[in-house]
């Protein structure tokens, strides 16, 4: 019982004590509060001024207005100070704001959560800002073109910058606590500044150092400033030394002969910086970060030697901006947005036989003429990104990249040597004016594709995609593409045939650009991004062709996003082929968004008799010819007027005195086993359909070939069937239906091409009778004698 009473009496002297605590009420404003250059206070009765001398009297809160943005106190006097006397000012967009402003002193100020800048100091110099707390602004203390002040023993926490000295000279940044924010100091195009014991702890890059004229760094900054408790080393002007191992984070301006080795680094805007520094050496130090910042960067720094350091989760791993001659190799650069970056004027570097993993871009080359060779590139999103001319990239391993393995967006680059493989996207993708050899290309969504306006590229057959040489020609003619081909590109062609080919996985399986007169017959074109494109190309022969399961089966192209100028691929003559499985059959770059004006390029889409098969084509076939008997609509300027009804097998019946002959099937069935007997002056194969449903072919076959004297006799598992007999000049075109299931069918004619042609006897006759003389005459001789 004496316990009850005891805590109920507890808790009236608790509830006692809470009524008796003053009440300190914050103060909301709608408007920014003014120190008038006449030294009057507008917007709040909650700062005192006695003389120069304002101190707030409680917590201001200024409120956002709708569409207008709000400061806390805005000081338009000079020679005054600010005593915040632990209260709290928060503002939505600037807490305090000091522009052109001279001897201002803003002490014990907190400065709460708010939204763009904590304390704002712009033109202003001769300014003290003293023992203040800002938290949770974009930027809590920023300085920009304001010289000569003193940043003092301020804690700032909570931000995306703490303190950020921008294009701000002269200025003393002393005893300052940086804490938990994105980045803790950040010196921005600015000379002459002290830094003088300051605390950066457990931010994600606590010091950073930015813009880079040499005069524009070089600042006062010693070991007494700390990252997360290890020091600073910020040396200008110094020579043949070596960085102590305690270091949290290194500068060298205008340096010479430094060794910095052996490092551990973690969470600062540049692990190592070098600027106008030259004949040093980073090596075997570790350099770790939050996905922010730069590893190593060399900024107008040349003969430098980067080797054996490993870099992880920076904005760049390896940064080199108008920096010559340096060499980059043996380092592990992993799990940074972009891992080894050349920019500006960054020239004759070697970067080489570095494992760079895991990034979002391996390396990004924007310099020119480096050298980027046998380096294992692995698992990025782009492995080897080129924007710049005349560097050599040779022998890298480039696997397992999301997006691309190799792309070169410039010229006059050459690849050699290197091995690409097992890439999800692109494999080797390039512009105009570039050289290749030698490179491998295996196992990528698309091993190879060009982009470009002129497209003329040196790429010889030494280059392979899966096992296959790619045959890219320019300026050629009257030509045939070997067989083997596993990548075909005609540039500025005419009269090349392109024959009896398997291309799969490619951006493109065949290319056309500037290209006329030329035939694509009986090739199998699947799993590219386009099967056959054309670029500027015209009066081009494509029939017989398998376009299966590509992105766009035919696709017309002939302007990019940096050239809109557009070059149609007009009168191509396109039948016999098989679209089937294609995401779009035939696309046609005119009229996309930023070429409205054009049209979609007119085509020949039919021989006048059959046209081609569309495996997404809905009519129907009520005449039993074959042909569908509604066009099939391609786009507002094209149409195959006679669609096929079903896929077009072409069947090689050989080669008879000297010309090839091919017989095409044109069946629902799947059709194989194919075989012509020219001795039986028989035709034989197998088809085969779902059971229960009706199968047709229609078959061409050339009267050079076979022919009859009589009724062509039709067979289907030894069943006669009666065909539907037409026939032109050249071909004779049999149709017949029959139920499905897996048969064998037989076409037999009278007349077949002989074996052996009849003018081959004559030679062998002279020479048989020949023959005879000579023996008669040497059996004479010897009776003679």
């Not at 701000?168 to 195009?189: A, H, Q, R």
């Not at 006329?516 to 062709?545: C, D, M, P, R």
Request: glycine share 8%; with cysteine; hydrophobic share 35%.
């Amino acid at each position: 019982m004496g316990d009850k009473r005891a805590a109920l009496i507890l808790v009236l002297v608790l509830s006692l004590a809470v009524i008796s605590l003053p009440q300190i009420r914050v103060v909301k404003a709608q408007n920014t509060i003014y120190i008038r250059s006449d030294g009057s206070v507008e917007g709040t009765d909650k700062i005192q001024r006695e003389g120069n001398v304002y101190t707030l009297l409680g917590d201001i809160r200024v409120e956002r207005l709708p569409n207008a943005n709000q400061d806390g106190i805005y000081v338009e006097s000079d020679n005054i100070v600010i005593d915040g006397a632990g209260f709290t000012i928060q503002a939505d967009t600037r807490g305090i704001v000091l522009s052109e402003r001279n001897n201002v002193t803003v002490k014990n100020v907190k400065i709460g959560i708010g939204g763009g800048y904590g304390i704002y100091l712009v033109d202003t110099s001769n300014c003290l800002i003293s023992n203040n707390t800002v938290t949770g602004y974009a930027y809590n203390l920023y300085l920009w073109r304001s010289f000569n002040n003193t940043i003092e023993g301020n804690t700032v926490t909570n931000a995306f910058r703490g303190i950020l000295i921008y294009d701000s000279d002269n200025n003393s940044i002393t005893g300052n606590i940086i804490t938990d924010g994105v980045v803790g100091i950040e010196l921005e195009d600015c000379s002459n500044n002290v830094l003088r014991n300051n605390q950066m702890r457990n931010n994600r890059a606590n010091f950073a150092v930015r813009s880079y004229p040499t005069h524009r760094v070089i600042n006062d900054v010693d070991t007494s400033n700390t990252i997360d408790g290890a020091p600073i080393y910020y040396w200008v002007g110094k020579e043949d030394r070596t960085l102590p191992s305690d270091a949290g984070t290194v500068v060298l301006v205008n340096c010479t002969h430094i060794t910095i080795q052996n490092l551990h680094l973690s969470k600062n805007g540049q692990g190592i910086l070098l600027v106008s520094t030259t004949d040093s050496t980073v090596t075997q130090n570790t350099i770790m970060s939050t996905r922010s910042g730069r590893g190593i960067e060399l900024v107008h720094s040349s003969n430098n030697n980067i080797i054996e350091n490993t870099i992880q989760d920076f904005s760049s791993g390896i940064r080199l901006k108008e920096s010559s001659n340096n060499i980059i190799v043996k380092n592990q650069v992993v799990y940074n947005d972009r891992g080894i970056v050349t920019e500006s004027n960054s020239k004759h570097n070697m970067i080489s036989e570095n494992e760079i993993t895991s990034n979002d871009y391996g390396v990004n080359e924007g310099g020119g003429n480096n050298v980027i060779s046998e380096n294992k590139i692995r698992t990025n999103d782009y492995g080897i990104s080129v924007h710049s001319s005349n560097n050599l990239i040779s022998d890298n391993i480039v696997a397992g990249n999301n997006e691309m393995g190799i792309i070169l967006n410039a010229g006059s680059n050459t690849l050699i040597g290197n091995n690409v493989t097992d890439n999800n996207n692109y494999g080797i993708y390039i512009s105009s004016g570039n050289t290749l050899r030698n490179n491998r290309m295996s196992n990528n969504r698309y091993n190879f594709d060009v982009r470009g306006t002129n497209f003329e590229n040196d790429v010889d057959t030494s280059n392979l995609v899966d096992g296959k040489p790619i045959t890219y020609w320019v300026n050629q003619q009257d030509k045939i593409v070997p067989s083997n081909a596993g990548y075909v590109a005609l540039v500025k062609c005419e009269n090349i045939t392109v024959q009896s080919i398997n291309v799969a996985n490619n951006g493109d399986g065949i290319f056309l650009a500037f290209t006329i007169k030329s035939t694509i017959t009986g090739n199998n074109l699947t799993n590219n991004y386009n099967g056959i494109k054309f670029w500027g190309s015209s009066s081009n022969q494509i029939v017989g062709n398998n376009i299966r399961g590509n992105a766009n089966g035919i696709f017309f192209s002939g302007a990019s996003f940096l050239d809109v100028h557009h070059s149609p691929s007009p009168n191509n003559t396109i039948y016999y082929n098989n679209f089937i499985e294609n995401g779009n059959n035939v696309g046609d770059v005119a009229g996309s968004w930023w070429i409205q004006e054009s049209t979609p390029t007119v085509n020949v889409w039919d021989n006048r008799v059959e046209g081609n098969y569309w495996s997404n084509y809905n009519g129907t076939d009520n005449n039993g010819d074959s042909l569908g008997d509604t066009p099939y609509v391609i786009n507002e300027n094209n149409k195959d007027n006679y669609p096929l009804m079903g896929p077009i097998n072409i069947f090689d019946a050989g080669i008879w005195e000297w010309i090839p002959y091919n017989i095409f099937v044109l069946s629902n069935s799947t059709v194989s086993d194919f075989s012509f007997n020219s001795e039986s002056a028989l035709i034989q194969f197998d088809v085969e359909g779902e059971n229960g449903t009706t199968g047709f072919c229609n078959i061409t076959i050339p009267k050079g070939l076979l022919n009859t004297k009589e009724n062509w006799t039709v067979l289907v598992d030894k069943n006669s069937v009666v065909p539907i007999v037409n026939e032109d000049t050249t071909n004779t075109y049999l149709y017949f239906t029959y139920n499905h299931s897996a048969k064998t069918a037989e076409i037999i004619g009278t007349d077949a091409i002989p074996e052996f042609p009849s003018w081959i006897f004559l030679p062998l006759f002279v020479t048989l009778s020949l023959c005879v003389i000579l023996i008669r005459n040497i059996i004479g001789k010897k009776g003679l004698e």
